[in-house]
């Protein structure tokens, strides 16, 4: 089956800087990459996704690049704000409807 | 958020102990999933449904059942928990197939004792 890896575990930055989270996959049938982002005691929610005929994807601070080359993808967030701690996930799929998750970051960004 | 509820919330349960967990959707979503947490362990598939009747196994299924016999309801049972099956389990949802966009109940918190 596929393996995500997720790097760093855990991840503090001042407010205002830039976040950087990196996961590697092992299946290169995987299409789809979504991230998701889980407040303390709450459910995942998906704050963006990229598949695999894209190369980078924008939703405002938050962005995803995918280089398929080397099945590596990121998740960046810009300008961080306190309101962006939280622990954010990886995950890698493809048709078929298995998913596979990185063990998560822990972003904490002090104000 | 997407309309999935899970029940029980919250179980406190004894170990050999049968348990069945719920998880409904309104959305009327093809496939249904059904996952653990765990801290250092992220999120790992247990059963999954792409329609009624039609269900298979994930990663860790070992000790677990499920079944789907209407679209909207996904049962996951344990049928003598463990005390490794302490965890917190979220059911998730998708309209297509597994390269869409796949969104998370509430979760259920179950304690074996």
């Known amino acids: 089956g596929e393996n995500v890896e997720q790097h760093p575990s855990t991840l503090s930055v001042q407010e205002g800087d830039s976040a950087v989270i990196k996961c590697t996959y092992s299946?290169?049938?995987?299409?789809?990459f979504p991230w998701y982002k889980q407040e303390l005691g709450k459910r995942p929610q998906l704050i963006i996704d990229?598949?695999?005929?894209?190369g980078e994807k924008k939703d405002q601070r938050i962005a995803v690049t995918l280089n398929k080359t080397a099945k590596h993808f990121s998740l960046h967030i810009t300008e961080t704000q306190p309101e962006d701690s939280a622990v954010y996930f990886c995950?890698?799929?493809?048709?078929?409807?298995?998913?596979?998750f990185g063990t998560g970051t822990s972003l904490t960004v002090i104000p | 958020d997407a309309g999935i509820t899970q029940s029980p919330r919250h179980k406190v349960t004894e170990t050999g102990t049968p348990v069945t967990l719920r998880c409904h959707q309104t959305?009327?979503?093809?496939?249904m999933y059904w996952y653990r947490q765990d801290p250092g362990h992220g999120l790992r598939l247990i059963h999954y449904?792409?329609?009624?009747?039609?269900?298979d196994k994930g990663e860790v299924s070992d000790g677990y059942s499920v079944s789907r016999s209407k679209t909207e309801d996904f049962l996951l049972t344990l049928e003598s928990a463990t005390s490794s099956q302490t965890s917190v389990y979220f059911c998730?949802?998708?309209?297509?197939?597994?390269?869409?966009?796949?969104?998370f109940g509430p979760g259920t918190r179950l304690t074996v004792t």
């Open positions: 998730a949802i998708s309209p297509d197939t597994g390269a869409n966009e796949q969104y």
């Open positions: 299946d290169s049938a995987s299409n789809y």
């Open positions: 990229i598949r695999s005929n894209v």
């Open positions: 995950a890698a799929s493809k048709t078929g409807n298995q998913f596979y």
């Open positions: 959305e009327n979503h093809r496939y």
């Open positions: 449904s792409y329609g009624v009747k039609d269900t």
